[in-house]
């Protein structure tokens, strides 16, 4: 099938899916208002096979070290599925599945499947890695860019993490877990019970972003969005905290945006 646009719908909810532009979900409309940052490198894309950056470039993979193009140098950020075409596997009014295969830069072979499904008050996105052949390192993740402002008063965030990776000088987690501190944020934070994260345009609408990942980076610095990015491990985690994909053992994640009118 081909990779143009897929649009989903379902009560007064609708999503548009975008195969053709690294997987993305272009918007996410709720009575009319669009939630979610318009413009071709935003909306809400997929992080595969990793999160974050990853410290220059570099992740040990077996006995093997791997170089990734540092495209935010000194190091490369959020995977390599987001900068292409996926393929649209199957559709229906308010589900799309849409299909990557890894390639170069990645040094493997595998498969990316992400399922978009919206009902009239959520939107669920489940992503799996999965590989025929050899095994890997790899990290799945979302980065939705979402609306500071809807047309009334700024969007304010609430949640309750169990501690915040500390952010050395390189953007990256030096290692050290300390107590959450106020933004604004381009942080990764820990949630050992699951994902909460509560996004409130106050008057307007309240939108909760959950998943049973214990990782979220939370990047509130742009006047425009913010961003809350549930993911399977930390950035660089593919160093620091590496899920193995193998024939027998995919790896799989969800996250589910639920929603109220205010």
């Given at each position: 099938?081909?990779?143009?646009?897929?649009?989903l719908?379902?009560?007064?909810?609708?999503?548009?899916?975008q195969?053709?532009?690294?997987?993305?979900?272009?918007?996410?409309r709720?009575?009319?208002?669009?939630v979610?940052?318009?413009?071709?490198?935003?909306?809400?894309?997929?992080?595969?096979?990793?999160?974050?950056?990853?410290?220059?470039?570099?992740?040990?993979?077996?006995?093997?070290?791997?170089?990734?193009?540092?495209?935010?140098?000194?190091?490369?950020?959020?995977?390599?599925?987001?900068?292409?075409?996926?393929?649209?596997?199957r559709?229906?009014?308010?589900?799309?599945?849409?299909?990557?295969?890894?390639?170069?830069?990645?040094?493997?072979?595998?498969?990316?499947?992400?399922?978009?499904?919206?009902?009239?008050?959520?939107?669920t996105?489940?992503?799996?890695?999965?590989?025929?052949?050899?095994?890997?390192?790899?990290?799945?993740?979302?980065?939705?860019?979402?609306?500071?402002?809807?047309?009334?008063?700024?969007?304010?965030?609430?949640?309750?993490p169990?501690?915040?990776?500390?952010?050395?000088?390189?953007?990256?987690?030096?290692?050290?877990?300390?107590?959450?501190?106020?933004?604004?944020?381009?942080?990764?934070?820990?949630?050992?019970?699951?994902?909460?994260?509560?996004?409130?345009?106050?008057?307007?609408?309240?939108?909760?972003?959950?998943?049973?990942?214990?990782?979220?980076?939370?990047?509130?610095?742009?006047?425009?969005?913010?961003?809350?990015?549930?993911?399977?491990?930390?950035?660089?985690?593919?160093?620091?905290?590496?899920?193995l994909?193998?024939?027998?053992?995919?790896?799989?994640?969800?996250?589910?945006?639920?929603?109220?009118?205010?």
């Amino acid at each position: 099938m081909s990779d143009e646009d897929i649009t989903l719908t379902a009560g007064d909810a609708e999503v548009t899916v975008q195969p053709g532009n690294g997987g993305r979900v272009g918007g996410l409309r709720i009575g009319g208002v669009e939630v979610l940052r318009q413009g071709e490198r935003f909306g809400c894309f997929p992080m595969v096979p990793w999160c974050g950056r990853i410290r220059d470039g570099r992740f040990l993979d077996g006995a093997a070290v791997r170089q990734m193009p540092l495209n935010a140098p000194p190091h490369a950020i959020h995977g390599t599925a987001r900068d292409s075409a996926w393929r649209t596997a199957r559709t229906s009014t308010a589900e799309a599945v849409i299909t990557h295969e890894l390639a170069d830069p990645w040094p493997h072979k595998g498969r990316v499947t992400q399922v978009v499904a919206l009902t009239e008050d959520a939107l669920t996105l489940t992503m799996s890695v999965e590989t025929y052949d050899s095994s890997f390192p790899a990290q799945i993740g979302w980065h939705p860019w979402f609306n500071r402002n809807l047309g009334g008063e700024d969007v304010q965030l609430d949640f309750d993490p169990a501690w915040q990776e500390e952010r050395g000088d390189d953007h990256l987690p030096t290692g050290n877990r300390v107590d959450p501190k106020p933004g604004p944020w381009d942080d990764c934070f820990g949630m050992p019970g699951g994902v909460d994260v509560t996004l409130t345009w106050p008057g307007q609408l309240e939108l909760k972003v959950a998943s049973r990942q214990e990782w979220v980076v939370v990047y509130d610095e742009q006047e425009a969005a913010v961003c809350v990015e549930p993911q399977t491990g930390p950035p660089n985690g593919l160093n620091t905290l590496p899920h193995l994909v193998t024939p027998l053992e995919p790896l799989e994640a969800t996250t589910t945006w639920t929603w109220r009118r205010l």
